[in-house]
């Protein structure tokens, strides 16, 4: 029987997992070593695989045939495939998820918190038991069309008869299923990026009523010359999303990206170039200890204002000279336990040890204190984590406050487990 062998090949995957590495990887290699299953084998497969880990630290007694059963009736709406598993009982109550939850309770001793067991670590905005069940439900994923793109990207999407979801003027919603890459030039047209993560352009409205005006000036050798660029330095810039979105934001921006990874910021370039950001600064930096893990780290863009390389031979003994600081925005989307993001991974919920939340908030003191000595006075600090814990949010943003004495401007746990979307955390500060 087709259905049972891959519950079978599942628990197998399940059981050689360690969480050592991200699940998908670990898929990847699993089915390049096993070429037997085909592309739909292997699609259901990891499908059931994610169903297992988004049960979280629930059922963690029971063997994993038992939890795994668990995990195809709570998380799945159509289990017509997987009705061997299941008695008549167990059929009749999973109409929807409520029905399905209850269901379960009445057999086991189960709550929403065995599966996310952090509430007292959480930030008190949360909504712990809805942020709990949501993990049963597989995240969308959505585009933020970029200015000037709106109607080609939504005329492409009905042309293909892709099903989506207007969230807001361009935000949308897809399926998660949904091959998007074909249809429509990403970076370009639009970005992949999250709900909440789009959310944070509400703050970079809110910093540039008040950064300084951006005004033009024509010229008969360049045709426009800008003067007074808003300086925005991303200092955990990952691939880029949040500088994308700064540029999209507030518009002719004099831009500096940095990132512990040098791979990463080889990516960031690329991912530049699709959307057309042509002048900017990037170098691999550690935020944490004010140093380049690499020496001679800093590559301004070929087609940058300057092509000169800064002097620096030691960088890894001293302290790392910063390019254009200081600067009227730094953005600084911390490393953290991206707790508000396990919708998407929840094999790290399932691994999680309570004991990294201190660690990541400790980093990300030493990241924020380092990170504001390069802000101008008037200046705007943006603090974003993908976490749902108090200690890396709201505390973090104290200690900004009372240790740096920046004076908050606005606050929010944006919270996305509403709108199958992950839940961030931002605050913006001034430098006064």
């Given at each position: 029987?087709?259905?049972?062998?891959?519950?079978?090949?599942?628990?197998?995957?399940?059981?050689?997992?360690?969480?050592?590495?991200?699940?998908?990887?670990?898929?990847?290699?699993?089915?390049?070593?096993?070429?037997?299953?085909?592309?739909?084998?292997?699609?259901?497969?990891?499908?059931v695989c994610y169903n297992f880990?988004?049960?979280?630290?629930?059922?963690?007694?029971?063997?994993?045939?038992?939890?795994?059963?668990?995990?195809?009736?709570?998380?799945?709406?159509?289990?017509?495939?997987?009705?061997?598993?299941?008695?008549?009982?167990?059929?009749?109550?999973?109409?929807?998820?409520?029905?399905?939850?209850?269901?379960?309770?009445?057999?086991?001793?189960?709550?929403?918190?065995?599966?996310?067991?952090?509430?007292?670590?959480?930030?008190?905005?949360?909504?712990?038991?809805?942020?709990?069940?949501?993990?049963?439900?597989?995240?969308?994923?959505?585009?933020?069309?970029?200015?000037?793109?709106?109607?080609?990207?939504?005329?492409?999407?009905?042309?293909?008869?892709?099903?989506?979801?207007?969230?807001?003027?361009?935000?949308?919603?897809?399926?998660?299923?949904?091959?998007?890459?074909?249809?429509?030039?990403?970076?370009?047209?639009?970005?992949?990026?999250?709900?909440?993560?789009?959310?944070?352009?509400?703050?970079?409205?809110?910093?540039?009523?008040?950064?300084?005006?951006?005004?033009?000036?024509?010229?008969?050798?360049?045709?426009?010359?800008?003067?007074?660029?808003?300086?925005?330095?991303?200092?955990?810039?990952?691939?880029?999303?949040?500088?994308?979105?700064?540029?999209?934001?507030?518009?002719?921006?004099?831009?500096?990206?940095?990132?512990?990874?040098?791979?990463?910021?080889?990516?960031?370039?690329?991912?530049?170039?699709?959307?057309?950001?042509?002048k900017y600064k990037t170098f691999?930096?550690?935020?944490?200890?004010?140093?380049s893990p690499i020496p001679n780290?800093?590559?301004?863009?070929?087609?940058?204002?300057?092509?000169?390389?800064?002097?620096?031979?030691?960088?890894?003994?001293?302290?790392?000279?910063?390019?254009?600081?200081?600067?009227?925005?730094?953005?600084?989307?911390?490393?953290?336990?991206?707790?508000?993001?396990?919708?998407?991974?929840?094999?790290?919920?399932?691994?999680?040890?309570?004991?990294?939340?201190?660690?990541?908030?400790?980093?990300?003191?030493?990241?924020?204190?380092?990170?504001?000595?390069?802000?101008?006075?008037?200046?705007?600090?943006?603090?974003?984590?993908?976490?749902?814990?108090?200690?890396?949010?709201?505390?973090?943003?104290?200690?900004?406050?009372?240790?740096?004495?920046?004076?908050?401007?606005?606050?929010?746990?944006?919270?996305?487990?509403?709108?199958?979307?992950?839940?961030?955390?931002?605050?913006?500060?001034?430098?006064?």
């Amino acid at each position: 029987m087709r259905f049972q062998s891959y519950f079978n090949s599942a628990i197998k995957i399940i059981q050689l997992y360690d969480g050592t590495m991200p699940l998908q990887h670990f898929l990847k290699q699993y089915f390049s070593q096993h070429k037997k299953h085909g592309s739909r084998d292997r699609k259901i497969i990891t499908h059931v695989c994610y169903n297992f880990f988004r049960l979280g630290k629930a059922f963690s007694t029971i063997s994993a045939e038992e939890r795994l059963k668990l995990a195809i009736f709570i998380c799945n709406d159509n289990i017509e495939n997987w009705k061997f598993l299941f008695e008549g009982e167990w059929l009749n109550n999973h109409n929807n998820l409520e029905k399905r939850i209850a269901f379960v309770q009445s057999k086991y001793s189960f709550s929403l918190q065995d599966v996310f067991p952090f509430y007292n670590e959480a930030s008190k905005p949360l909504d712990n038991d809805a942020f709990a069940k949501a993990f049963f439900i597989q995240p969308d994923v959505f585009l933020r069309i970029r200015p000037g793109f709106n109607n080609g990207v939504i005329n492409k999407l009905q042309s293909h008869n892709i099903q989506y979801n207007i969230i807001e003027e361009s935000c949308i919603g897809l399926a998660p299923s949904t091959n998007i890459n074909s249809v429509i030039d990403i970076n370009k047209e639009a970005v992949i990026q999250d709900y909440a993560s789009q959310q944070v352009g509400s703050f970079l409205y809110e910093a540039a009523q008040h950064l300084p005006a951006i005004s033009y000036q024509v010229s008969a050798i360049s045709k426009e010359e800008i003067q007074n660029r808003i300086s925005v330095w991303d200092c955990c810039a990952g691939s880029g999303g949040k500088s994308i979105l700064a540029y999209d934001v507030l518009k002719n921006i004099e831009l500096t990206a940095s990132d512990i990874r040098s791979s990463i910021i080889q990516n960031l370039k690329q991912r530049f170039a699709k959307a057309g950001i042509k002048k900017y600064k990037t170098f691999v930096y550690d935020a944490a200890n004010s140093q380049s893990p690499i020496p001679n780290s800093i590559f301004p863009t070929p087609h940058a204002s300057t092509n000169q390389l800064f002097n620096q031979s030691t960088l890894t003994n001293s302290k790392f000279p910063i390019p254009n600081s200081p600067y009227d925005l730094i953005i600084c989307d911390a490393p953290c336990t991206g707790s508000g993001t396990w919708g998407r991974t929840p094999e790290q919920l399932y691994f999680f040890n309570v004991i990294k939340i201190e660690e990541y908030a400790a980093r990300q003191q030493k990241i924020v204190r380092n990170a504001v000595e390069y802000l101008k006075t008037n200046g705007f600090f943006l603090y974003i984590t993908c976490s749902v814990f108090e200690k890396e949010n709201e505390a973090t943003a104290d200690f900004i406050q009372q240790k740096l004495k920046l004076e908050l401007i606005k606050l929010e746990l944006i919270k996305g487990y509403g709108k199958k979307a992950d839940t961030m955390f931002a605050a913006l500060f001034k430098k006064n």
